[in-house]
């Protein structure tokens, strides 16, 4: 069954076109540092937005139009969902897709029969990889809308939940690896409290450390070679969430000697309610050589929680890409984590979002390329620097100097030489001055 017939391919038409179903500004063909646009942003569309969503909200029922799904549990409809989301990913132009375990297959009455539908779907989804030649950015599972997991998985308090969450993560791990995903994703889902009282957290840090070294274990057993990705988030479900930023999971990846075993995904929402912009949480993984991959959406300035929307502000985009062009993306992508608002139920609103997403973050690509290309603002920040090319500078960063040497150099002189200017609206006029070059 075709479910978007009327939709045409999408294809590139250049930043002149008035066609709302073609790109304006994503080339996948385009050559920019080297590398093709297609390369650079591994554009990912996410299964469980895009394919579960059905709009509904804690004050109003379903609105998405999803004629293909008959709206049931079953497994066929899970299969027949399955392909209609490649004819989407295809349609779209979009080379990789993410899931979670529960996203792409329905829990059956036991753990064995829920194996089973997952290895049934499975199925499905390698022919239609093989086919269609989509890859898989990454595999996670779903640890938390399940009630059994209403204190956590990894850090519950009963160990027979944590038992169960090391069964999932163990199948979750083998689908991934057999559709030749490239990462695995561990987003913390109810991994936090809700009130110290009655938490034991020290206990509960120890049992996840536990958990990801188990993970990391199977996978060297099975081959699984892929980047495992920790996804920070502040807060929601739990009022406190153990990864809540990019700090805080280098920390514990540090003190529970994982560091080596993974990296960050980063997403913008996520890095918005811990109080930071995503280009910070961006450089500060990037700076310990964390920098994995990104879950690309954006919230709203007049709303709290994550609300997942897509993201089209060019600002946003040439920001993020400014750090991504900086680190680079090896194993990761950019995946939408974002879904359609309840009102836009319809599905073509699907690929206007999708569109939408994928000309902000190429033009983004093309406005940080730019000013990359050009050096003002890094002239702005060599020049700002410029002291710590001095012969004080290097032996202060070569560590060739203690307080003693620093003090007599001082109570010599007598002040420090005077700073020069932080030109914040200079650089910022620079980036303005890019937005409508390119
Ligand atoms: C939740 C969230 C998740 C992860 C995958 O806020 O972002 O969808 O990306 O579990
Ligand atoms: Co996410």
């Not at 938390?144 to 069964?167: D, I, K, Q």
């Not at 987003?187 to 990391?216: C, P, S, V």
Request: hydrophobic share 40%; glycine share 8%; charged share 25%.
């Amino acid at each position: 069954m075709a479910a978007f017939s009327d939709i045409p391919k999408i294809v590139y038409e250049g930043p002149k076109s008035d066609n709302p179903l073609a790109f304006r500004w994503y080339n996948p063909e385009e050559v920019i540092e080297g590398k093709t646009m297609k390369e650079h942003l591994r554009f990912t569309v996410c299964y469980w937005h895009t394919f579960r969503a059905n709009g509904s909200d804690p004050f109003g029922a379903a609105t998405m139009q999803r004629p293909w799904d008959d709206g049931t549990e079953s497994v066929e409809n899970a299969c027949n969902r399955a392909r209609i989301a490649f004819e989407f990913f295809e349609k779209l132009d979009a080379p990789y897709y993410a899931f979670h375990d529960r996203d792409v297959a329905p829990e059956g009455d036991s753990l064995i029969e829920t194996n089973k539908i997952f290895d049934a779907v499975a199925d499905v989804l390698k022919e239609e990889q093989d086919r269609s030649g989509v890859k898989l950015l990454w595999g996670t599972a779903n640890m938390f809308s399940n009630p059994r997991f209403l204190h956590g998985a990894a850090t519950s308090c009963n160990a027979e939940v944590f038992a169960y969450a090391a069964a999932q993560v163990k199948k979750a791990l083998e689908v991934t690896h057999r559709l030749g995903g490239e990462n695995y994703v561990f987003w913390g889902g109810r991994e936090g409290y809700q009130n110290l009282y009655n938490t034991d957290m020290k206990r509960e840090l120890d049992h996840l450390a536990k958990f990801f070294h188990m993970a990391i274990d199977y996978a060297t057993e099975i081959g699984f070679t892929g980047q495992f990705l920790i996804e920070p988030k502040p807060k929601e479900p739990t009022k406190h969430q153990y990864d809540s930023d990019a700090a805080a999971c280098l920390n514990f990846l540090r003190a529970y000697d994982l560091k080596d075993h993974f990296k960050l995904n980063i997403e913008t929402n996520h890095a918005t309610l811990a109080g930071h912009t995503m280009m910070h949480e961006l450089d500060y993984a990037g700076m310990q050589d964390a920098l994995g991959s990104i879950d690309a959406n954006t919230g709203d300035l007049l709303l709290g929680w994550d609300t997942d929307q897509f993201p089209t502000d060019y600002y946003l985009c040439t920001q993020i890409m400014l750090v991504l062009l900086k680190y680079g993306l090896t194993s990761g992508g950019v995946n939408f984590d974002a879904k359609v608002r309840r009102e836009s139920f319809e599905p073509v609103d699907l690929f206007y979002a999708h569109i939408g997403g994928m000309d902000a973050f190429a033009k983004g690509l093309k406005i940080a390329a730019a000013i990359r290309a050009e050096q003002g603002l890094q002239s702005v920040i060599d020049e700002r620097y410029s002291s710590w090319g001095s012969e004080l500078g290097q032996k202060i960063e070569s560590g060739s100097v203690g307080f003693k040497e620093l003090e007599a150099l001082m109570l010599e002189k007598g002040d420090s030489a005077p700073s020069g200017s932080g030109r914040q609206e200079l650089v910022e006029n620079i980036v303005n001055r890019f937005m409508d070059k390119v």
